[in-house]
DNA sequence: GTAGGATACTGAACATCGTTCAGCGAAGCA
DNA sequence: TGCTTCGCTGAACGATGTTCAGTATCCTAC
């Protein structure tokens, strides 16, 4: 019965080649640039045919998004197994975090807040995963400064104001950064640790 | 000769209406979901007669958000000539920043982050004047926290890095809350208040 | 070995989009 | 009253996302 397999596999194939290529495309020439036509070209297939993987439009940036959050996900976890200090772990969190916006650029703007029609468009179920694993990430965030606050390291207080101003504040950072306006932001190393400082120290 | 200056205004009326109409619909249904036809509709002229007031639709877009920029800096003078001490100044400003942003809702997303196509479709002369009244706006940041600097009320060091991560931090704030993704965020009063104590005591 | 059905893919079509342009009717000037 | 100018329109173009009837290829069963 290898057939069916081998069948599978090919499909599956096809469907990570279509991924990719979107991603590639979304990432370099933005959301709107990139026409279903365009990706069917460079994958050599009728543009029709994508729409045999995927549902729509929306449903190939759903999919981006989820492997994004994973992919980011996997990043923290391999920080949290180390076992550091708590405000260690969280420092290097988020330093990570930051990094992981930096190096994907104009992905992490794409995954974090997709055209308002896209979001819109996403049948309720696909939207219901991306939100959970989004969610998820949060939560990560919050556990990490539950524990410093737990070691002492964190001033006593209404935690989840922390949590959700600390996850604002940096995301405001991983975004603007990425944002290309042409604003002369100053030397990114200098203002990533200026940014850390101060989003750590404010919480003591 | 009251005649063309009659024509002039009224010339100057119309495009107002579909600027106003345009504004209404971007921040209601989003971007790409509003066409010139249904601007037109609305407006219940003929889609072409758009294209006799803006070029195109980047155009359009590139107005909305030199008004925006323009109306936020009004807010932004109203404080200032209250000639209060610099630091009260700064978290006013901060506050009413933040506040526009909310009350703007999408159009602040809007305008602060438009999509990459529409930017990069500008005329450079149009994008210019853009980039300036931005970057006037942030001009105006840096000042008041020079004035907060030199009367010792912030510490000593990098002031522009200290006045890049207070705006990002601000940005942050303003672009999360106002982003529609679904997620439980606190009272936002209670949110704000914590954010302001946090941007500006880690500036001490 | 061949009929029959499943599978993978295609090409043409549809409605809608941003945008252009020749031309129309009315308003003002001579 | 003729002429020009001005504001506006309707039809058209190419490109978009999406659908669907149909084709061609492969696998199974007799």
């Known amino acids: 019965m290898g057939i069916t397999e081998r069948r599978a596999r090919e499909k599956d194939d096809l469907r990570r080649q279509i991924l990719a290529t979107a991603t590639e495309m979304f990432v370099a020439e933005g959301y709107e640039s990139v026409s279903m036509r365009k990706i069917a070209e460079r994958i050599e297939y009728a543009p029709s045919t994508i729409y045999l993987y995927f549902k729509d439009k929306g449903e190939m940036v759903a999919s981006i998004c989820y ?27 988020l330093r990570e975090y930051l990094e992981f916006a930096l190096e994907n650029r104009s992905a992490y703007s794409f995954v974090m807040s997709p055209p308002v029609a896209v979001i819109s468009s996403l049948d309720p179920k696909t939207f219901e995963s991306i939100h959970e694993v989004a969610l998820q990430a949060f939560d990560r965030l919050r556990t990490g400064m539950r524990l410093c606050m737990e070691a002492g390291e964190i001033a006593p207080g209404d935690l989840e104001a922390k949590v959700q101003a600390t996850y604002l504040f940096v995301h405001g950072v991983a975004l603007g950064l990425n944002y290309n306006c042409g604003f002369p932001f100053i030397d990114k190393d200098i203002l990533l640790e200026h940014v850390l400082d101060r989003v750590l120290g404010s919480l003591k």
């Open 67 to 93: 492997d994004t959050f994973a992919e980011l996900e996997r990043r923290m976890e391999k920080i949290r197994v180390l076992e550091l200090p708590p405000m260690e772990t969280l420092r290097r969190s």
